[in-house]
T-cell receptor
Framework: QKEVEQNSGPLSVPEGAIASLNCTYS??????FFWYRQYSGKSPELIMS????GDKEDGRFTAQLNKASQYVSLLIRDSQPSDSATYLC??????????FGIGTKLQVIP | SAVISQKPSRDICQRGTSLTIQCQVD?????MFWYRQQPGQSLTLIAT?????????ESGFVIDKFPISRPNLTFSTLTVSNMSPEDSSIYLC????????FGPGTRLTVL
């Protein structure tokens, strides 16, 4: 059974700090990796996708992928209170079928 | 990215009745999926909606309980049949070409 593991948190960081969110996955054949942000009462919103080893940066967000270690992370620089949400790690094999982690709740303290 | 709408946004239903949820995408997508999300939990995939053929259901979900249609590349419906209070949840549809995008969800309460 394919699994995606995340610490449910909450992860509390002060405003302006770097938030580091981590995720491990069990299926070595996974090809695509995603981070979604979900505000309370809202649906998930795609914020980052990464397909190859290394780092991918988009604004304040950096996704990191290490396929050998089966590890994906998301760094949020200069964290803002508006970043407070649940962050879902998602991993896909073929046919865009995605397995989601339980999500990490991030709290940015002003 | 695709824009996805769902109807209804929420509903309160009586035990034993059925509800059909509609999902509309503003552009053609290769894949469409239906998920369920219980409060405080992650997403559980119900099924993959296949255009022009029967949906592919995940373990624990069956066609009689959750019939799905997908007549074209932009539209799908999910019916929750013979509802019980345990079916109270948020139901989400998504569309995907390479990346997957979600509709706003349907909040269902069964009394």
């Amino acid at each position: 059974q394919k699994e995606v593991e995340q610490n449910s948190g909450p992860l509390s960081v002060p405003e302006g700090a770097i938030a580091s969110l981590n995720c491990t996955y069990s299926d070595r054949g996974s090809q695509s990796f995603f981070w979604y942000r979900q505000y309370s009462g809202k649906s998930p919103e795609l914020i980052m996708s990464i397909y190859s080893n290394g780092d991918k940066e988009d604004g304040r967000f950096t996704a990191q992928l290490n396929k050998a270690s089966q590890y994906v992370s998301l760094l949020i620089r200069d964290s803002q209170p508006s970043d407070s949400a649940t962050y879902l790690c998602a991993v896909a094999g073929g046919y865009q079928k995605v397995t989601f982690g339980i999500g990490t709740k991030l709290q940015v303290i002003p | 990215s695709a824009v996805i709408s769902q109807k209804p946004s929420r509903d309160i239903c009586q035990r034993g009745t059925s509800l059909t949820i509609q999902c509309q995408v503003d552009s053609q997508v290769t894949m469409m999926f239906w998920y369920r999300q219980q409060p405080g939990q992650s997403l559980t995939l119900i099924a993959t909606a296949n255009q022009g053929s029967e949906a592919t259901y995940e373990s624990g979900f069956v066609i009689d309980k959750f019939p799905i249609s997908r007549p074209n590349l932009t539209f799908s419906t999910l019916t929750v049949s013979n509802m019980s209070p345990e079916d109270s949840s948020i139901y989400l549809c998504s569309g995907a070409n390479n990346e997957q995008f979600f509709g706003p969800g349907t909040r269902l309460t069964v009394l």
